[in-house]
């Protein structure tokens, strides 16, 4: 499986943002999704996932209310909607495929490339 994200971008605080994340293969519909971010200097956490179905879905607590994960398996495509962006936002967010649903990044086994977020205060 191969993940592409797109989507990041420069925003405002109080702004939104739309990240996509478009995977190949023929087996999406199998797999778990999740989305981290990075800032600089810090570790990987976790952001949403997202299980195979999309009839279950898991936040970090600093994101629930403004994000929203989603799927479409049709597309081979998940999505994070972000509202309300804050500068503390700010990072590379990554797109990741797994067996199973997780808050941590050992149990994925395919990542995108990363995509920009940029929140200006």
């Known amino acids: 499986v191969q993940l592409v994200e797109s989507g990041g971008g420069l925003v405002q605080a109080g702004g939104s943002l739309r990240l996509s994340c478009a995977a190949t293969?023929?087996?999406?519909?199998?797999?778990?999704m999740g989305w981290f971010r990075q800032a600089p200097g810090k570790e990987r956490d976790f952001v949403a996932t997202i299980n195979w179905s999309g009839a279950t879905t898991y936040y970090a607590d600093s994101m629930k209310g403004r994000f929203t994960i989603s799927r479409d398996n049709a597309k081979n495509t998940v999505y994070l909607q972000m509202n309300s962006l804050k500068p503390e936002d700010t990072a590379v967010y990554y797109c990741a495929a797994g067996r199973g649903i997780s808050r941590t990044p050992a149990p994925y086994d395919y990542w995108g490339q990363g995509t920009l977020v940029t929140v200006s205060s």
């Open positions: 293969g023929r087996t999406f519909s199998s797999y778990a």
